[in-house]
């Protein structure tokens, strides 16, 4: 109205979940802005999450899997979420040359996950099918951990004709603080989710992470001529994380990095039909806190990679199409730690291969539309140690496939749309040791993951400019496959429907 906007979204969701994972679910987003003068304006977003899921990291052994189970591994486990966020927008054009955009930021959550523990003595036992499952105690333990982050960004967008061409520059800085209060509280089944009394041990752990960083960086991109620009860049950042333990009177551990990090990327468009672009650039990612601090094994660094693009794209009649190669060099990769579950090390790794897609515009309201990924080499540069073994020297990367491919037949024609998709998915090692065995109880996140593909058939029909009634069918076929590995086997969701309806007003 005039110069203000205002929104309201809510949804409420509750289902009794694939593999009896049942949920209850709200969410909402509150959003405002107005102008305040010609040349800016302001926006106001406040968030609200909460989630109550029946779900856990607990999966099936191999003969509750080859049995077609669909029953929860953990079917007293609760894992309940809630999260707030608020965020301000200020928008300057200064002049049509010039803009600033600044965004201040929070976001608190909470995560209490309660997990029933396993008895270490004899951590399996039979169901009334004969079949393999957990055997758990009368003690849960929470995993719970409460996350505050706050910060703010801003940037710098200029037009300019320094050199004698037309130019575009983005400058930036931006500061960010997180935090995170990790504790393991113990409760019974007589009690769910009421802490054992901290003089009985009923805390295992009671720890604060936290994390600052600052960073700037600055980018041109310098129109050469009409049909070719470079855009070059530099970004610098440090990163700082501490570990205090609040059941000890020890110091507080810390880390920190200091990063440089170049960009260069180029286009050039030889014909509607035919660009050519490329790029160069640095990347770095800091570990996560439970990698460097707290093991035997802390990396030194944090994990840097060379990363090369190269690639064609364009369009003639009714084709459009794109084929790129790239390049992932780490000098120091280092392994995924979560608190300690995986024992990281530094050195080096490399992801090597190509893409492509495609789409053809067919008669009468249908279309093609397909992808295909292929990283032939995607492997470790020299030997390691973990906790699940020896990694070797050329290991395939874990969760790696060498083969990801999509395929989509559209139709849009009047108020009818519908598709038929097509996705395969190449098989995966779930750990760097390549061991092909799935072994919850001796290598819980290890073993082959097979390939699979899913065939998914959506729709909607306006039967009004504002009603609409939409479908789906995902997993077409009833596809039974491996989606993932975490103490078990993960398995895929079955073939499952979806129909709603939408009236915008």
């Known amino acids: 109205s005039g110069d203000a906007i205002f929104g309201l979204w809510a949804t409420k969701a509750s289902s009794d979940g694939w593999m009896d994972k049942e949920w209850d679910m709200t969410d909402v987003m509150v959003k405002a802005g107005t102008a305040l003068g010609d040349d800016q304006f302001v926006t106001a977003k406040f968030t609200y999450y909460e989630n109550d899921a029946n779900i856990s990291y607990r999966g099936y052994f191999q003969d509750a899997y080859d049995a077609g189970a669909t029953f929860n591994p953990a079917p007293d486990d609760r894992y309940e979420t809630e999260r707030k966020s608020f965020d301000v927008t200020h928008d300057w054009d200064i002049n049509p040359n010039m803009r600033i955009q ?7 959550t909470t995560r209490d996950y309660w997990r029933y523990n396993i008895d270490r003595n004899n951590p399996t036992t039979t169901n009334a099918d004969g079949l393999t499952v957990w055997n758990f105690t009368d003690i849960l333990e929470g995993r719970n951990r409460d996350f505050e982050r706050y910060g703010i960004d801003s940037r710098l967008f200029l037009v300019h004709d320094a050199f004698g061409i037309h130019n575009e520059a983005e400058f930036g800085l931006r500061y960010l603080h997180e935090e995170m209060h990790d504790t393991r509280p113990r409760a019974t089944r007589a009690a769910p989710r ?3 009394a901290v003089g009985d041990k009923g805390t295992r752990r ?5 994390a600052e960083s600052w960073a700037a960086f600055a980018q041109n991109r310098f129109y050469l001529t009409d049909a070719f620009n470079v855009t070059a860049g530099l970004r610098v950042e440090r990163y700082e994380q501490g570990r205090k333990d609040r059941m000890s009177n020890d110091p507080k551990d810390t880390f920190s990095n200091t990063e440089f990090l170049p960009g260069l990327g180029a286009t050039y468009e030889i014909s509607p039909a035919l660009q050519v672009y490329g790029s160069i650039y640095r990347a770095f990612q800091p570990p996560v806190i439970g990698s460097v601090i707290g093991v035997d094994d802390a990396p030194t660094d944090a994990e840097k990679s060379l990363n090369l693009e190269f690639g064609v794209r364009g369009a003639t009649g009714d084709w459009d199409y794109e084929i790129s190669a790239f390049q992932m060099d780490f000098s120091n990769q280092v392994d995924p730690g979560v608190s300690g579950i995986r024992n990281p090390n530094e050195g080096s790794a490399l992801i090597r291969g190509m893409e492509a897609a495609v789409g053809f515009q067919l ?4 279309r093609l539309d397909g992808n295909v990924t292929w990283v032939p080499v995607a492997k470790y540069g020299e030997e390691r140690l973990d906790r699940s073994g020896t990694i070797a020297k050329g290991n395939r990367l874990p969760y790696s496939p060498e083969w990801v491919a999509n395929l989509a037949l559209s139709y849009n024609q009047g108020p009818l749309k519908a598709a038929l998709m097509y996705n395969y998915t ?13 072994d919850p109880i001796n290598n819980s996140f290890g ?6 593909y899913t065939v998914d058939l ?5 039967i009004t400019q504002q009603f609409t009634v939409f479908g789906a069918v ?3 076929t009833d596809e039974r496959y491996i989606s993932g590995l975490r103490q078990g086997i993960y398995a895929g969701p079955e073939r499952n429907y979806e129909l709603g309806v939408s009236y915008r007003f």
Do not use: C, H
């Open 194 to 196: 009421s802490p054992i």
């Open 102 to 108: 600044t965004i201040a930021y929070w976001m608190e």
């Open 458 to 462: 959506t729709a909607s029909y306006d």
């Open 447 to 452: 073993g082959l993951v097979s390939s699979y």
């Open 363 to 366: 008669p009468q309201g249908f």
């Open 474 to 476: 995902k997993n077409l």
């Open 206 to 210: 009671n720890r604060l992470d936290s």
């Open 426 to 438: 190449d098989s995966v090692y779930g750990l760097g040791n390549n061991v092909r065995e799935i």
